[in-house]
């Protein structure tokens, strides 16, 4: 077992965990987050991504043990201007059926919005490889990216 | 004064304009609540063993000494609780398969159910059935369909005489006469591989026995509670229906593949009866690659019989779909080789028509529907097919489909095939498509690359009532959908419906249709689904059915409920009923009016302001069953324009347009999601899926990182276009269109792919299209 102190949302929490156990399932276990979700548990989907340190981070690979010290932000902390825009627009933009990838799709299209790279169609859809949507075809999370970028870049 | 309340069409506000949804707020939170989010006090886990093998006899099952007692349950836990599945269909040629619950004496595909394990979580469960070890005794595994059909191939199923679950045929039209007449004949061998829906929720399933009520209840990630719900109650003994409660909660996605009943839901229940606790199961990744519903696998060998001035006159195709171990319930694995034969004319006419289609038992995961059942298949045999007897005659393939469709002019039309369109203008839609399509692109193509443009033209029976499943031979005849409207003493309406949303948006669009008769805003109305204990029986969402028929239910059951918020309205407002008009959330007479919420309350809390002669509160079921039974069709023309790399056999779609008609579009955001959502998955099917077996019966692909979906990177945005011709059939004039999209892409990328290397003298025989395939064809 390992202790471990991380901060979940802008909250301190600590706790022992087993070493096999996953961010995901410490995540959704113990702290009730359910927002995030496991499409895959194999690395591919990415469902289960959430913020780390402010990077969008596989939580269904990395063990919760490694997230010692780590900032973890979830769909349910995801509340900055840029994430409000961000929800506005996948509602307007049809950017989600049935919601099942939708915090994991969130975690890496504030990403690329943080970094910079909504600008472009093409772009856009390179940086979403790693995020598998079964129901849109992606086009509406395009076009929501692209116009929660073209709102905040004058 | 008019009576401008004969329909809510005339002055509709809502229907039609593309509100956004009510169900996208919680999602967005992370406050959805899928089976897997569930927190229940006492759960624990439940794990299975499942084959490692495609085939073998079972001996006895090794259990580790220091298992917990009661942690392992096999077959024999079960014998007296459980009956075996068996997916019937009343037809003569059909044989059914007992589908074990749980594997007994022999296992038929990797992925079988071989052992339940209990425990506190789901880690400590797969732990121990790890430590599981079964005797297998290997037997020879039957890996491909024709090799099904071989002699040396023994029988998989007990009783059996060789492995096919079905096989029919007919000839309609006099087909010698027209092959004698007809100047070519084209003939190509096709494959489609085996698929799978793949929601990216796996299915999961949490069951608690309540001692006190005797109630059992189970969450299930399924499309289907109410059926659920009636099969469970046949399969477990020892309950009655009526104590039985299936919730389907947020349901991630399902496109088929959560409409079987599951052996797994019936062992959870059975578990949970006998347990003073709860029980989940969710599945992972790779229980889900081989243990969740497969689809497709056909080959096919089709032959097109035609003038030389392009009058198409006979057609002739065999199918033969590979259906896996058993049978699936409802479906059963003949469903898509039959629907594929009977859905094969598609918008064209001709003269004769003769079909083969047999469906037959192999050692894989059972097959079952996903989007489009049969109809991919057929249309993509069927537009390879007008393809190529186009070149052959060397005739513009547009101008050699366009001469050969069915004009709107002509509906209701019979088709060769016995099925009854009931509207539709194809002709237009492809038209529309090949302008859009051949429009001119941007920049010229590098020499290694080929550009070439295909067509994939379809019709989509939707909505099809009790007639059209009846014939199907379908066990449960499915002929309504039912709503209950209700509107509560603070006048909130609230719409419960026995079909299930699981990304279709009907929370919304139901709401819509709601909101128009009631003249309230679809915000104030609540649509409540996927609870059999809440809702009114149903089918649940299948077949493309659930906007029409719960749409029909729910304006049938607003109608009625609309009529006597009138009459109470006019009874305090002094006036007639018909002159009453319900909008902006109030009753509205010539000289007053009243609030909603106020005919509300005194219909439950005022009865003294109630006639005697209305019923007090307002509350109505209503079932809707459509006059006509065979069916909406939709329709849709999808045009792909792809790039060949002539050196790697790498295909890129550079644009992708759908033409399509769905009647009368109820909400177009989400029309075109699920338009967009359906052309990705075809794409999938036409460049990507596929699963893969070894000779031994081994799944070679069980990941996401082997069985690829479509990443945003290989599509492009659908350009769609949306052409409204109303159905007579049903009471909106919509038509169903959740599969649409599905059913075009491989038909459209074969063809474009066909296009571009025609030059070279290569034409697509199979899909998905792999580089490797094309790489190979064009070797000099």
């Given at each position: 077992m390992t202790d471990i102190a991380i901060t979940i949302n802008g909250t301190a929490w600590e706790g022992t965990v087993e070493p096999r156990l996953s961010l995901a399932d410490l995540i959704r276990g113990e702290l009730t987050l359910t927002g995030t979700h496991l499409?895959?548990?194999?690395?591919?989907?990415?469902?289960?991504n959430v913020e780390v340190d402010g990077v969008p981070m596989r939580s269904c690979l990395m063990p919760a043990a490694a997230a010692d010290g780590c900032a973890i932000t979830t769909i349910e902390g995801q509340y900055g201007e840029m994430a409000e825009r961000l929800r506005a627009a996948f509602t307007t933009h049809h950017a989600l059926q049935c919601g099942f990838c939708t915090s994991g799709m969130m975690a890496t299209a504030l990403d690329i919005l943080r970094r910079g790279l909504g600008r472009d169609e093409a772009t856009i859809r390179r940086e979403l490889a790693g995020n598998i949507c079964r129901c849109t075809g992606y086009q509406g999370i395009v076009a929501a990216i692209l116009h929660v970028a073209q709102e905040t870049t004058p | 004064m008019d009576s401008h309340h004969d329909s809510n069409l005339s002055n509709s506000s809502q229907v039609g304009q593309p509100f956004t949804r009510l169900e996208d707020r919680r999602h967005l939170a992370g406050q959805g609540g899928f089976v897997a989010d569930l927190r229940l006090p006492g759960i624990r886990d439940v794990a299975f063993l499942r084959s490692s093998m495609a085939h073998a006899r079972l001996g006895p099952i090794a259990v580790p000494a220091d298992a917990p007692a009661g942690a392992v349950w096999t077959a024999e836990a079960f014998h007296g609780l459980v009956k075996p599945i068996r997916a019937v269909l009343d037809r003569p040629a059909y044989r059914p398969s007992d589908q074990p619950v749980m594997a007994e004496g022999t296992v038929r595909h990797v992925g079988e159910i071989v052992a339940a394990v209990l425990a506190d979580n789901r880690a400590l469960a797969e732990d121990l059935a790890e430590r599981l070890e079964p005797a297998y005794d290997p037997l020879p595994a039957i890996t491909d369909p024709e090799q099904a059909l071989l002699p040396e191939s023994a029988p998989l199923h007990p009783g059996w005489a060789d492995n096919v679950y079905m096989t029919m045929g007919r000839t309609t039209g006099d087909f010698d006469a027209m092959v004698a007449r007809a100047d070519v004949h084209v003939t190509r061998h096709l494959r489609m591989e085996r698929v799978a829906a793949m929601p990216l929720e796996t299915r999961g399933c949490v069951a608690r026995f309540d001692r006190g009520s005797g109630v059992l209840t189970l969450w299930i990630a399924t499309q289907r509670p109410h059926l659920i719900r009636t099969m469970l109650a046949e399969q477990l003994t020892g309950i009655e229906e009526r104590d039985i409660r299936v919730i389907a909660p947020d349901v991630g996605g399902g496109f088929g593949g959560k409409s079987n009943l599951y052996p797994e839901e019936i062992l959870l229940a059975a578990m949970a009866m006998r347990l003073p606790h709860p029980v989940r199961w969710i599945e992972d990744r790779w229980e889900h690659m081989v243990s969740a519903s497969h689809s497709r696998q056909h080959v096919q060998t089709i032959t097109a019989h035609a003038t030389k001035e392009g009058e198409l006159l006979a057609v002739d195709v065999r199918f033969l779909v590979d259906g896996g171990a058993y049978a699936m319930r409802t479906s059963t694995p003949a469903v898509e080789a039959n629907m594929a034969s009977s859905v094969l004319p598609g918008p064209y006419k001709f003269q004769a028509y003769r079909f083969e289609a047999t469906t037959v038992a192999t050692n894989k995961t059972p097959v079952g529907p996903f989007r489009g059942v049969g109809r991919p298949a057929a249309v993509f045999a069927m537009e390879r097919i007008m393809e190529e007897t186009a070149a052959a005659i060397g005739m513009d393939p547009v101008e050699f489909r366009l001469r050969n469709m069915i004009q709107p002019?002509?509906?209701p039309f019979t088709t060769i095939s016995g099925l009854v369109y009931d509207s539709g203008d194809y002709p237009s839609l492809l038209t529309k498509a090949a302008q859009s399509i051949r429009a001119p692109g941007k920049g010229d193509a590098p020499a290694n690359i080929a550009i070439g443009i295909g067509f994939g033209c379809y019709t989509e029976q939707t909505a099809h009532g009790a007639q059209e499943w009846h014939r199907r031979g379908s066990?449960?005849?499915?002929?309504f959908e039912a709503a209950r409207v209700r509107i509560d003493p603070s006048g909130g309406v609230l719409v419960s419906t026995g079909i299930q949303s699981h990304g279709q948006g009907l929370e919304t669009s139901l709401a819509q249709i709601a909101g128009d008769v009631l003249g309230?805003?679809?915000?104030r109305v609540r649509v409540v689904h996927g609870d059999t204990e809440l809702c009114p029986y149903g089918m649940g969402t299948v077949a493309s059915r659930s906007l029409v028929m719960a749409g029909g239910a729910v304006e049938g059951a607003c109608q009625r409920l609309a009529a006597k918020i009138r009459r109470i309205a006019a009874h305090n407002l002094d006036?007639?009923?018909?002159?009453v008009l319900l909008a902006g959330g109030e009753a509205q007479g010539p000289g007053g009016s009243i609030p909603l919420d106020a005919v509300a309350r005194i219909a439950y809390l005022e009865l003294q302001k109630l006639p005697l002669d209305v019923e007090p509160a307002l509350d109505i079921l209503y079932c809707y069953r459509p006059p006509v039974e065979t069916g909406a069709y939709s329709s849709g023309v999808h045009a792909a324009k792809v790039a060949v790399d002539l050196d790697s056999g790498h295909v890129k779609i550079l644009d992708f347009v759908v033409a399509e008609d769905c009647g009368r579009v109820i909400n177009p955001l989400i029309v075109d999601g699920q338009i967009a959502g359906g052309v990705a998955q075809g794409i999938g099917q036409a460049l990507l899926e596929e699963f893969q077996y070894d000779d031994q019966g081994q799944p070679t692909k069980v990941t996401l990182a082997d069985y690829l979906v479509p990443g945003a990177p290989e599509l492009v945005n659908v350009r769609i276009i949306h052409q409204e011709t109303l159905s007579p059939f049903t009471v909106h004039g919509a038509k169903g269109l959740g599969e649409g999209g599905a059913i075009g892409p491989p038909a459209a990328v074969a063809n474009a792919v066909s296009d571009a290397l025609r030059q070279f003298g290569v034409d697509v025989r199979r899909v998905p299209i792999r580089p490797e395939d094309l790489w190979e064809a064009l070797r000099p």
């Open positions: 499409g895959c548990e194999h690395g591919v989907c990415g469902a289960c | 002019e002509e509906h066990p449960f005849v499915y002929g309230v805003s679809y915000d006036c007639a009923a018909d002159d």
